[in-house]
């Protein structure tokens, strides 16, 4: 019988063997100044070894006023080329294809990197869960800014890796600049959708001059925000999808969230989760009277979020099968999947042309595997979301005792309880 999940595809001149993609995640595994670790590819080893399709990496992070968590991977500087080109050649061993996420974190982040005076945005709107204020960044910048981006996908390209993801998605800077909730400028750069779409349009312009046409270029963009008011519309942004392919994007990751509606780019099990990232994740570097607030309200958040992202594979479905019905170009689903009938079925109704899993493949590195060759045993993700509560603060790993294969009791912190 046909598997949807060993069907070859292609993105732009890349030919992929299957529809499995490893959406990007925070490693926390880099050094401290963004290079490439023994620790972080320990973590890549296994789904390289699995021949898991194509790879594609944390957020990368495009300049150092764009840098937003603790030992974030940086593709900013030539210095990080070794580093990369390791990590390519260690998924090319498998089999599989690796690209470079590329992106500016823009106001989110609970401080900016060393020697960085100040967070950048659209506009000078506080960011609700971390609490920065940024700056408003100014329209003599932007060249500057267009150019990071341009440069780390040449970086990716000289590494040996076989493509850049730019990312659009989830209130990091490009995403700011397209929702009216962060985004409330009065030049060029705002206002209406067709100006607030302006500077990621000439990002992509700028990368894919820069790459030429055969180095796969894609992106990923929200179909929504998930915040209760101000947030971008669906149709506007399969209008912005349509833009970025007439300017050349080979393919289209599509997911939901901020991180001012934190944590909807997920759902599952929130038990714990906001006292762990106050305790071990990415808010411990917030301020005291944050932390304290966020430990207060804690036991309410975590039920509230519970009840508002309940775990469903497959949750950005309805937006990637709009977005599919109106573009030419491969979509990419992402959210929640863990299991491969979830993901044939999606794949098989013609919603998307493939899938991205990130926690399933953090509980199962082997997962594509399984995808063609059942093991009873396999490791499953619970969707207890405890990989993602301390991203920003520990490193990247399968952190509930319960699943096979994940860390035992032993040597993985307890922060959810």
């Known amino acids: 019988m046909d598997n949807p999940l060993l069907r070859p595809w292609r993105i732009g001149a890349l030919d992929l063997p299957g529809r499995l993609v490893k959406s990007a995640t925070h490693e926390t595994r880099a050094t401290e100044d963004g290079r490439v670790t023994d620790e972080l590819l320990e973590f890549y080893a296994p789904m390289a070894e699995a021949g898991t399709p194509l790879i594609i990496t944390g957020n990368l992070f495009v300049s150092w006023q764009g840098k937003s968590a603790y030992r974030q991977a940086g593709i900013h500087d030539d210095a990080v080329i070794p580093g990369l080109r390791e990590w390519a050649a260690l998924v090319h061993a498998g089999g599989g294809r690796l690209f470079a996420q590329l992106n500016h974190g823009g106001r989110q982040m609970t401080r900016p990197a060393p020697g960085v005076p100040y967070a950048v945005s659209a506009s000078g709107v506080r960011e609700l869960a971390q609490g920065t204020r940024p700056r408003p960044l100014r329209a003599a910048d932007v060249p500057a800014l267009v150019e990071s ?42 206002g209406s959708p067709a100006n607030r779409m302006r500077l990621p349009l000439e990002v992509l312009r700028a990368v894919r001059a820069r790459v030429g046409d055969d180095f796969p270029v894609i992106a990923k963009i929200n179909g929504t925000d998930t915040l209760p008011y101000g947030g971008v519309r669906l149709a506007d942004q399969i209008e912005v999808a349509r ?21 909807s780019t997920t759902s599952g099990d929130f038990h714990g989760y906001v006292r762990a990232q106050v305790r071990h994740g990415a808010m411990r570097e917030a301020s005291r009277t944050r932390r304290t607030l966020m430990r207060a309200l804690a036991p309410a958040l975590e039920a509230g979020l519970s009840r508002a992202f309940p775990y469903r594979e497959g949750f950005n479905l309805d937006h990637a099968e709009r977005f599919r019905r109106a573009l030419d170009i491969p979509v990419i689903c992402v959210g929640g999947f863990r299991t491969p009938a979830a993901m044939k079925a999606a794949i098989d109704a013609g919603r998307c042309d493939a899938v991205a899993s990130a926690r399933g493949l953090i509980a199962d590195p082997h997962l594509y595997r399984h995808c063609a060759t059942p093991v009873p045993d396999a490791p499953v993700c619970t969707m207890c979301n405890r990989c993602i509560s301390v991203a920003g603060g520990l490193p990247i790993g399968c952190y509930d005792a319960a699943v096979k294969g994940g860390a035992s009791s032993d040597a993985a912190p307890r922060p959810w309880r």
């Open 149 to 190: 981006f341009a440069a780390a996908a040449d970086r990716a390209r000289r590494a040996g890796l076989d493509g850049v993801q730019i990312q659009m998605a989830h209130g990091y800077l490009l995403s700011q600049f397209l929702s009216p909730q962060s985004n409330r400028r009065g030049d060029d750069y705002g």
């Open 243 to 263: 833009r970025l392919q007439e300017e050349g994007l080979d393919a289209i990751e599509v997911s939901r969230g901020h991180f001012s509606s934190f944590p």
